[in-house]
């Protein structure tokens, strides 16, 4: 089993929807949790970064973050076209290194 | 300002043929680290660099790989003898100790590496 894992996609909504994104991981260590997006033939980009439990907001984002169910979640509110991309779950401990979900493919649909 | 920088951008190897893979980093930034992203999956770590000390090699697959980093800016990732399983896009980032979150690591748009 994966340390990371990550609600199997792709997931369509239509424009204006709230989306909901689901990772879960099982390695104590990690304290920071972030989420990537990844546009097609792009490098990762970051999009939220917190540490510890709690939640985080950003615009239209919202990051949660429950570490004793070791469980993150970004949340999309008013989600637009433009959003479409692949979204990463990541976390790190103090090493340093990333360990990354699966990603999940988002389509909004106008 | 310039970002994280990769070439080449596509890479198209016979089996068993040697590849170099180059990434510049954004200026001043300590931290290097390379990632490999197969299809539909996530990045996963390979190594990762502080100037030129390479800290960790833990997710090299195999001895065919290698990661260099001589003067602490530009690096190269090495892949002798490539094989099919090699094939993946190859993803290098860059980290500052005094970015905005200390973990924040800063990606280039990857090299994807077809190994026919």
């Known amino acids: 089993q994966k340390e990371v894992e990550q609600d199997p996609g792709p997931l369509s909504v239509p424009e204006g929807a709230i989306v909901s994104l689901n990772c879960t991981y099982s390695?104590?260590?990690?304290?920071?949790f972030m989420w990537y997006r990844q546009y097609s033939r792009k490098g990762p980009e970051l999009l939220m970064y917190?540490?510890?439990?709690g939640n985080k907001e950003d615009g239209r984002f919202t990051a949660q973050v429950d570490k004793s169910s070791k469980y993150i979640s970004l949340f999309i509110r008013d989600s637009q076209p433009s959003d479409s991309a692949t979204y990463l779950c990541?976390?790190?401990?103090?090493?340093?290194?990333?360990?990354f979900g699966k990603g999940i493919t988002l389509s909004v649909r106008p | 300002g310039a970002g994280v920088s990769q070439s080449p951008r596509y890479k198209v190897a016979k089996r068993g043929q040697d590849v170099a893979l180059r990434c510049d980093p954004i200026s001043g930034h300590v931290s290097l680290f390379w990632y490999q992203q197969a299809l539909g999956q996530g990045p996963e770590f390979l190594t990762y660099?502080?100037?030129?000390?390479?800290?960790?090699k833990s997710g090299l697959p195999s001895d065919r790989f290698f990661a260099e980093r001589p003067e602490g800016s530009v690096s190269t990732l090495k892949i002798q003898r490539t094989q099919q399983e090699d094939s993946a896009v190859y993803l290098c980032a860059s980290r500052s100790l005094s970015g905005r979150g200390v973990h924040e690591q800063f990606f280039g748009p990857g090299t994807r590496l077809t190994v026919l």
């Open positions: 390695n104590s260590a990690f304290q920071y």
């Open positions: 990541a976390m790190t401990g103090a090493n340093s290194k990333l360990t």
């Open positions: 917190t540490y510890s439990s």
């Open positions: 660099f502080q100037n030129e000390a390479q800290l960790d």
